[in-house]
C-alpha cells in the first residue's frame, strides 16, 4: 500500500495543500508558510513525504516523515 505524499502547490495567487492523485485540493491558504505548516502536520501524522512547489509549479523543497530506510543524526 503506497502512502500519499503532501504537495503545497500553488492556486489561484494563493497556495493549497493537495494530496499526490487528488484532483481537489485540502485546504487552500493565503501563505505559502501557512500551506506549508498545515501540510506538514498532515505528513508527520501519515508518516510520508512532503514535497513544496515553486509559483511556477517547480519542486523547490521535499521533505521526508516517513520510516526511512537509513537512520542518520540531524
Known amino acids: ?3 500519499k505524499s503532501q504537495h ?3 492556486k489561484g495567487g494563493k497556495w493549497a495543500v493537495r494530496k499526490s ?3 481537489k485540493v485540502t ?3 493565503s501563505t505559502q508558510k501557512e500551506a506549508i505548516q ?3 502536520k498532515i505528513a508527520k501524522i501519515q508518516k510520508t513525504e512532503l514535497y513544496i ?3 511556477d509549479g517547480r519542486i523547490r523543497d521535499r521533505r ?3 520510516n526511512d530506510p537509513v537512520k542518520s543524526k540531524g
Do not use: I, N
Open 1 to 3: 500500500m503506497a502512502t
Open 8 to 10: 503545497v502547490v500553488p
Open 21 to 23: 492523485g487528488a484532483s
Open 27 to 29: 485546504r487552500t491558504y
Open 38 to 40: 498545515e501540510a506538514q
Open 53 to 55: 512547489h515553486r509559483e
Open 64 to 66: 521526508s516523515y516517513g
